[in-house]
């Protein structure tokens, strides 16, 4: 399987589930900049170098921020790509759940996709209500799976690899 892992603000510590795939599928990160410091504009310019280099079979596995970016290139006529794990979704509109550098992001496209997505949310996500991820996902034409309490799906989660992810994974690239 073809995937591009695409981290959010931070870039994922080692601890994150993303860095656990990252090492046993094996499976890229995509650069997308400053991590601490995002501007749109480079991030989308960024992602779009990596999927050129993926080719257009590829999977993205994005988290938080990463997602914003995904669906906001996914808005420029992007290349093609297979399908989208997008996780936690950070909601950018919200200035009372995201940092200051992740509104620079706004406003979140609500157009659907071009490829079969999947969004997986958090009832207690910090970043985003779960209505608000729900709602990502009408627009988007993605499946929603809610986890339930599991915050913001990262490393305080206490996730390890995940397992759970790689089998939503793998069923999104069944079905795309």
Same mark, same amino acid.
């Given at each position: 399987?073809?995937?591009?892992?695409?981290?959010?603000?931070?870039?994922s510590?080692?601890?994150?589930?993303?860095?656990?795939?990252e090492?046993?599928?094996?499976?890229?990160?995509?650069?997308?900049?400053?991590?601490?410091?995002?501007?749109?504009?480079?991030?989308?310019?960024?992602?779009?170098a990596?999927?050129?280099?993926?080719?257009p079979?590829?999977?993205?596995?994005?988290?938080?921020?990463?997602?914003?970016?995904?669906?906001?290139?996914?808005?420029?006529?992007a290349?093609?790509?297979?399908?989208?794990?997008?996780?936690?979704?950070?909601?950018?509109?919200?200035?009372a759940?995201?940092?200051?550098?992740?509104?620079?992001f706004?406003?979140? +496209?609500?157009?659907?996709?071009?490829?079969?997505?999947?969004?997986?949310?958090?009832?207690?996500? +910090?970043?985003?209500?779960?209505?608000?991820?729900?709602?990502?996902?009408?627009?988007?034409?993605?499946?929603l799976?809610?986890?339930?309490p599991l915050g913001?799906?990262n490393?305080?989660?206490?996730?390890g690899?995940?397992?759970?992810g790689?089998a939503?994974?793998?069923e999104?690239?069944?079905?795309?």
């Amino acid at each position: 399987m073809n995937v591009l892992l695409v981290p959010g603000l931070g870039n994922s510590g080692p601890d994150h589930w993303l860095s656990h795939w990252e090492r046993a599928l094996p499976a890229p990160r995509a650069d997308l900049g400053d991590w601490d410091d995002p501007y749109p504009q480079d991030w989308i310019a960024n992602l779009d170098a990596a999927i050129a280099v993926a080719g257009p079979d590829v999977v993205l596995v994005a988290h938080s921020l990463g997602c914003a970016t995904v669906v906001r290139w996914a808005n420029g006529g992007a290349r093609p790509v297979r399908a989208a794990l997008l996780v936690a979704p950070a909601d950018v509109d919200s200035e009372a759940h995201v940092p200051p550098p992740a509104r620079r992001f706004a406003p979140m +496209p609500m157009e659907r996709l071009p490829f079969a997505a999947t969004v997986v949310a958090s009832t207690n996500d +910090p970043y985003a209500d779960i209505d608000r991820s729900e709602a990502f996902a009408r627009a988007w034409g993605a499946r929603l799976v809610n986890l339930g309490p599991l915050g913001h799906i990262n490393a305080d989660s206490a996730l390890g690899s995940w397992p759970k992810g790689r089998a939503l994974l793998q069923e999104l690239v069944r079905r795309a």
